[in-house]
């Protein structure tokens, strides 16, 4: 079988699956460019209402309510202030929901988070928001909030002046136990990145591949909560030891970039195996920084992580140059909240245009491709293929998943 | 945390893909049965693995595509031959659906060649861990000339192993074949494989529907209802002679002489230890391999909670796959053979002396 079938080769517009079987598709209006916030909330009349933080203005949210997975219906969909803002993460407890805002420029607002009562979906009620704006600050990236007490975020400061404009967003804590007065409760930047530090700053990657010592997700589970596991850009995997909230204390970092192309996304623990996945986010179109990688680290020894494998690549000659990027992102992050899957066997990520896969970690040291789906181009995708950004599961195992640019959001079932 | 397990794996059913493997002597009406199959509308996203394309004679109409090795049918259906050796036919499709070269297929369908003893694709299923990480036997469906299958099963070995390592038969040729005859050979075919389930084909009519699920499509299928893989005809699984007895009393009255290959189900009461159930079969294996044409059982072993499945073709066996619950209040181990030329007592004592090896040196 050595040549191919003519006609059936990889198409954009093809759609691929392994035990992936798709339960509906929703464009949210038109609206269906998408972020990484995702969120569950199983309302008090007992509906599923999933959260999605739109990737770009003009929309903020919008909730559907999926509580018939072959069935979703938009609840609601909200408008930003302005057009340099996007919200792009999003993290829910009860009813309670934090939204991030990121500004395009430093000193702009809204910057940081707002908090919102979604007691009645339909109608969101805003409680408070946090201001994270200052002169050098583009505002909060992404949340994380699964304890309904603090909201652990990648974001700038009035105050934080940095040593390299790209590194403004370090990590920050902050109490929301009142929720209409949220206050700071710790911080911990890559030494070297603030004005005044007296490290020196951080060696940089090479100009294509400078994207700033910064965290993007700050991930902190009831199993450690004295622990802060950071993807941190260019910086590496980052664990912090955060007993002690307002004087977080690094515990190790592990930095694998150069010589791969910088950009480190999530820190997943699976504490009960002492291991880490540790994801990239691919931030080049047309296979310019392949590969992004999903990495399996072993973490029994915290102060010594050592990678042990990769999740197997999907193939180039089909993905590097179908359109848009192509590389691993975002992982689902079994949020401990009872509406998310959790599983230390099977971990899913979405890799843009090379759809959502799932794989078997079972033998850590091999992981297995066990599913996948790759939508086929959505219509009038800017970047001519589908381009997934985020994924949810749910703990009836329904996996969602949504486009950054205009094909919204995907329901699909896992037969694996 | 309500939610989800962490520990939840895969299904080693649901994520691989299921193949079919079709199988039959010269003459049996493989080709007709595989032009109708491919013809068929269920056959949407079905690669079917046949010997040659000339033999099927697929109309240009229905080509949607083609290459030297493969044609995409206008039902969506894909056919290829194979070249090379069968396990880098089945490498190498999966790796061309997983670029999107071919069609995102769901199940395979493989002929072998008449001649062909299936044991050893059966084999390269269950050994072959590079394979066996994509794809899993669904079954194997042999079909039985009612003209010609007689004489076949007389004078040709290989035709009588089809018929015993089959989970289905399909009996051809029926239009055209004596009724007594029909009723004969399907007795004859009964009493060599009583746990087959037998159906009638004319004219290559059979509907892909009856292929499916030969083994459950998922472990929490195979949980529901682990009896009916056993024993898909539905025949008695019941200790004692009944099965075999009555088809060798069939097989004597219809005057043949299939004894040779016979089979029977083994109960157990007392549950097996991994170290006795794992000798047993080991032991077995290597003094009777090549006569132990199909070994399929659902046991109970200690310390496990619910029953494992276990399945060999001659010397080699599938990992074994463990059920998470037993599906009824019967927590007995029972254990189908198709064997050759082996008294069912022989078997019987060597798993009693194993299991007495196994308690006389203080197991676990």
Redesign the interface.
């Known amino acids: 079988?050595?040549?191919?079938?003519?006609?059936?080769?990889?198409?954009p517009e093809?759609?691929?699956?392994?035990?992936m079987r798709l339960l509906a598709h929703h464009e949210l209006q038109g609206f269906g460019g998408i972020g990484e916030g995702m969120g569950m909330q199983i309302t008090r009349d007992q509906r599923r209402v999933l959260w999605l933080a739109h990737e770009s203005a003009p929309k903020n949210f919008t909730a559907v309510d999926v509580t018939d997975p072959r069935s979703p219906k938009v609840v609601v969909q909200t408008e930003l202030p302005h057009a340099k803002v996007r919200s792009n993460s999003l993290d829910i407890v009860g009813d309670t929901m934090i939204v991030a805002y990121q500004t395009r420029e430093v000193g702009m607002k809204p910057a940081g988070f707002d908090i919102f009562d979604i007691g009645t979906p339909e109608a969101p009620r805003l409680v408070s928001h946090f201001d994270a704006s200052g002169p050098h600050s583009r505002g909060v990236h992404a949340v994380w909030f699964v304890d309904g007490e603090f909201v652990h975020m990648a974001g700038g400061a009035a105050d934080f002046t940095p040593t390299h404009p790209a590194d403004d967003q370090f990590y920050r804590i902050v109490d929301v136990r009142n929720p209409s007065r949220p206050v700071e409760a710790g911080r911990w930047w890559y030494p070297g990145t603030r004005v005044g530090d007296s490290a020196p700053p951080p060696q940089r990657m090479e100009p294509k591949f400078d994207l700033g010592f910064r965290a993007h997700n700050t991930n902190v589970f009831p199993e450690r909560p004295d622990r802060a596991y950071i993807g941190y850009i260019d910086g590496g995997a980052v664990i912090l030891d955060i007993a002690d909230k307002a004087n977080p204390k690094l515990v190790t970092i592990w930095r694998y970039s150069p010589p791969f192309n910088g950009f480190c996304h999530t820190v997943l623990p699976?504490f009960?195996r002492g291991l880490l996945i540790v994801s990239d986010e691919c931030v080049r179109d047309d296979g310019g920084d392949w590969p992004k990688l999903v990495r399996v680290v072993d973490a029994r020894m915290e102060t010594n992580l050592v990678p042990i494998a990769t999740f197997p690549l999907?193939?180039y000659?089909?993905f590097a140059h179908r359109g848009g990027r192509s590389g691993a992102h975002n992982l689902h992050e079994?949020l401990?909240?009872?509406?998310?899957?959790?599983?230390?066997?099977?971990i899913l990520g979405t890799f843009f245009n090379q759809g959502v896969r799932a794989y078997?970690i079972?033998d850590p040291y091999q992981p297995?491709?066990?599913?996948y789906f790759?939508p086929g181009a959505p219509k009038m995708s800017p970047a001519g293929a589908v381009q997934l950004n985020d994924v949810y599961v749910d703990?009836r195992?329904i996996v969602y998943t949504v486009d950054r640019f205009i094909g919204g959001l995907y329901i699909l079932e896992m037969?694996? | 945390m309500q939610a989800g397990s962490l520990g939840a794996g895969a299904d080693p059913l649901a994520s691989r893909l299921p193949v079919t493997v079709i199988t039959g002597f010269l003459g049996s009406g493989k080709t007709t049965l595989l032009s109708r199959l491919l013809r068929h509308p269920d056959m949407n996203r079905a690669a079917v693995i046949i010997n040659e394309f000339g033999e099927v004679g697929i109309d240009h109409e229905l080509v949607e595509a083609s290459s030297e090795q493969m044609t995409l049918l206008s039902n969506g259906c894909l056919c290829c031959t194979v070249r090379t050796d069968l396990q880098e036919t089945l490498r190498e499709l999966f790796v061309k659906r997983r670029s999107g070269e071919v069609i995102d297929f769901d199940r395979v369908f493989l002929e072998t060649s008449g001649l062909a003893d299936p044991a050893p694709v059966l084999h390269s299923l269950a050994s072959d861990g590079l394979l066996g990480a994509q794809y899993r036997l669904n079954g194997v469906v042999t079909l039985v000339d009612a003209v010609n299958g007689m004489g076949s099963l007389d004078t040709m070995p290989e035709a009588a192993k089809q018929a015993a390592l089959a989970d289905r038969l399909v009996v051809t040729k029926t239009d055209i074949a004596d009724a007594a005859v029909i009723e004969a050979l399907e007795a004859r075919l009964r009493a060599m494989n009583p746990y087959a389930l037998i159906s009638r084909a004319v004219d290559g009519m059979l509907d892909p529907d009856t292929l499916r699920e030969i083994t459950p499509a998922s472990v929490k299928a195979m949980t529901q209802d682990p009896n009916r893989w056993l024993a898909g005809a539905g025949a008695e699984l019941a200790p004692g002679e009944r099965a075999s007895y009555l088809g060798q009393r069939l097989a004597r009255k219809n005057g043949v002489h299939d004894a040779a290959i016979h089979s029977f189900c083994l109960w157990f009461d007392a549950p097996f230890t991994w170290d006795a159930l794992t000798a047993s079969l080991q032991v077995l294996t290597a003094l009777r391999g090549p006569d132990l044409l199909r070994v399929k059982g659902i046991v109970n072993v200690e310390g496990e909670p619910g029953p494992v499945v276990i399945h060999g073709v001659q010397h080699i066996f599938h990992p074994p796959m463990k059920l998470e619950r037993w599906h009824d209040a019967d927590r007995r181990s029972r254990i189908v053979f198709i064997v050759r030329n082996i008294p069912r007592a022989s078997i019987e004592s060597l798993f009693g002396a194993v299991g007495t090896l196994g308690a006389s040196t203080g197991g676990p």
């Open positions: 079988m050595a040549s191919t079938l003519p006609g059936a080769g990889s198409r093809q759609t691929l699956a392994l035990n699976l009960d999907a193939p000659n089909t079994n401990p909240v009872p509406a998310s899957w959790r599983s230390d066997r099977i078997d079972s297995r491709e066990a599913a790759v703990d195992r037969t694996i």
